[in-house]
């Protein structure tokens, strides 16, 4: 299968689902986090990061979100990235990679970034590690696609408002293919 058509697939299906006592689904908070990108001007990688940064939330072929909800960190930052990385380059895939740990990051330091997390998402803050020491933040720092992986994270945050008119999938299409990678 196209792997557009794959994660169109994915969106209607598993993305239906409730996002983790968030007001919005899971695929919802992803359009919304990608419409928020494409709003303020970012370039076509990142509106695709932000598409598909929860990606690894979803069941089936991607990986299994039981843990999560068990109070266990299952690693959705990395599964995600890693089925991403079959189709898309790592300016997409390694800001989805970092985001989980870009909270970390911005929790350690902005003061008042804390302040800003939903409930669920001060909760898997816990479980994913907690705020960042200075020395991790400056490791953090160094990596390829920090800094996209700050700017997701922002969009990610604010992406869960059931109010915001959300665009379909299909909206994102021609990005999508536009940054396939084809061997
Ligand atoms: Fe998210």
Known sequence: MNPVDELAALFEGEGGAEYLGEE????????????????????????????????????????????????????????GADWLARHFGPEVTEPVRLHVAAKRYLCAVEPGYFGLLSEASVHTLRVQGGPMSPEEAGRFEERDGARDAVLVRRWDERAKDPEHPTPGFDHFRPLLEGLLVRD
């Open 24 to 79: 919005v689904t899971q695929a919802e908070h992803m359009l919304q986090a990608a419409a928020l990108a494409e709003a303020e001007g970012a370039p076509a990688h990142l509106v695709a990061a932000a598409l598909l940064h929860d990606i690894g939330h979803f069941h089936g072929t991607v990986t299994g979100r039981d843990l999560m909800e068990g109070g266990l960190d299952n690693r959705h930052s990395h599964t």
